[in-house]
C-alpha cells in the first residue's frame, strides 16, 4: 500500500513530502494508523548523515502513537481500534539469549530499527514514523492506556522515556537511594519524572542556573548548579546512582567523585568525540562503575508505558506541523524546546 510520508533523500538537503510503500499486514502483522511522532536527535543524526551515510530516502520517526486499522490472522494481543505504539526497533532475531531474556535491545544477533535497518520490505530499509501508516510485527507493538487528551506526549515515552526508565530500574532507583540526573533535556526531563515517580530522592544537574525552577517543576527534590565547584563538592560520596543524558564530551571524574562506595554513573548519550579518560583509580578505591544503557526491551517498555498510565506522567511537548520539521531539528541544535517536539501527522502533505 502507498501512503504519505515526510523524509529527505540526502543529508543535506531539506526533509520533504515523499509517497512510500508500505507492506500488506501478514499474519503476525498489526497495521497502524500514526496519529502522533515524537522527534529525537537520532532522527536529525540520521536524517542529516551526521552518523554516517543514511539509507535514503530516509523516513525518520521511532516514537509512534497511532490506532489499529488491520491485524493479521494470528494476531492475539490487539484488535482494530485500539490505541497501540511503535518504539525503536521493528525486530530482533528472537531467538537468542538476550531476545529470549525479553531484552531485544541486545539482540545478540542484530535487532531491526523502525528506520535505517536493512529490511525485505520495499526500499530495503525500514522507513519510521513521520509517515500516515505503518505494519509493525505484533511482538513489537504496545499497548497505550493513557487518556486520549494525552496521547501527543505519550509518543516521547516510547524513546526518552524507556530510555531513562530502563537504567533507573536496572539500578534498582526507588525509596532511600539518592539519583541524579545530568542534563534536563529530551531525556533528562523524563529521568527526573520517572526517578521522582519511582520515589528516589531525586537531585538534577544542570549548567544554567536559570534552569533550576524548571527542575524542580518537573520533580526535582533539589538542583545543583555543575558550574559551581563548591556547590558539587557538597555531595561528593552521596550519589546511588548518576545518569548522565549529556551527549557531548566531558568530564566524567566530576561526577564520579559523586557516587557513593558502589555507585554507577550511567551513559546514555554518545558524544561526537570521546569523553576524556576517567580516573581509574576513583572507581577501584570505591568499587565505582561508569556504565551504559541502551532504550529497553519489549516487556520493560511495556511496564514503563503502564507505569506512566497510572501514575499521569507523560512528556512535556511542543506540537509541530510536519513541514515545521527542519526549522524543529535546526532549534533542537540549540536546545531551543522544552522538551520534546511531537508531530500532528495528519499534517503530513501528500506528495
Not at 1 to 26: Q, S, V, W
Request: glycine residues 10%; hydrophobic residues 40%; negative net charge.
Amino acid at each position: 500500500m502507498i501512503t504519505n510520508a515526510y523524509g529527505t533523500h540526502a543529508g543535506d538537503k531539506p526533509l520533504e513530502p515523499l509517497a512510500i510503500e508500505r507492506r500488506e499486514p501478514g499474519p503476525k502483522d498489526v497495521s497502524i494508523d500514526i496519529q502522533f511522532c515524537g522527534v529525537c536527535h537520532s532522527d536529525l543524526h540520521t536524517a542529516r548523515a551526521e552518523w554516517g551515510e543514511a539509507k535514503y530516502p530516509c523516513v525518520p520517526g521511532h516514537e509512534i502513537v497511532g490506532t489499529v486499522t488491520a491485524v493479521g490472522s494470528e494476531v492475539d494481543r490487539f484488535a482494530v481500534g485500539d490505541t497501540v505504539g511503535v518504539g525503536c526497533l521493528v525486530n530482533s532475531c528472537g531467538h537468542c539469549a538476550s531476545c529470549k531474556e525479553g531484552l531485544e535491545n541486545y539482540c545478540e544477533n542484530g535487532f531491526t530499527l523502525t528506520y535505517d535497518s536493512v529490511t525485505k520490505d520495499a526500499p530495503g530499509h525500514t522507513l519510521g514514523g513521520y509517515s500516515q501508516h505503518i505494519v509493525v510485527q505484533e511482538h513489537f507493538v504496545l499497548k497505550i492506556n493513557h487518556a486520549t487528551d494525552q496521547l501527543a506526549a505519550v509518543a516521547p515515552l516510547l524513546c526518552a522515556g524507556i530510555t531513562t526508565y530502563s537504567p533507573l530500574k536496572h539500578w534498582a532507583a526507588g525509596p532511600g537511594k539518592k539519583v541524579g540526573v545530568v542534563g534536563i533535556g529530551g531525556l533528562g526531563h523524563m529521568a527526573i519524572k520517572l526517578s521522582h515517580a519511582l520515589g528516589a530522592h531525586t537531585a538534577a544537574f544542570t549548567s544554567t542556573p536559570a534552569k533550576k525552577q524548571d527542575a524542580l517543576d518537573l520533580g526535582a527534590d533539589e538542583v545543583i548548579v555543575s558550574r559551581d565547584e563548591d556547590e558539587m563538592a557538597k555531595h561528593i560520596g552521596t550519589f546511588d546512582l548518576i545518569l548522565d543524558t549529556v551527549a557531548a564530551s566531558h568530564n566524567l571524574d566530576a561526577y564520579t567523585a559523586l557516587l557513593k562506595r558502589d555507585g554507577a554513573l550511567v551513559l546514555l548519550g554518545v558524544p561526537e568525540h570521546p569523553h576524556p579518560s576517567p580516573n581509574v583509580g576513583a572507581l577501584i578505591f570505591q568499587r565505582k562503575t561508569i556504565g551504559g544503557s541502551l532504550i529497553g526491551g519489549l516487556p520493560e517498555t511495556q511496564e514503563m508505558l503502564d507505569f506512566c498510565a497510572e501514575k499521569g506522567i507523560v512528556s512535556d511537548i511542543e506540537m509541530i506541523a510536519m513541514p515545521q520539521i527542519d526549522e524543529a531539528y535546526d532549534r533542537m541544535l540549540k536546545s531551543d524546546v522544552r522538551y520534546r517536539f511531537v508531530i500532528d501527522n495528519a499534517t503530513i502533505p501528500a506528495a
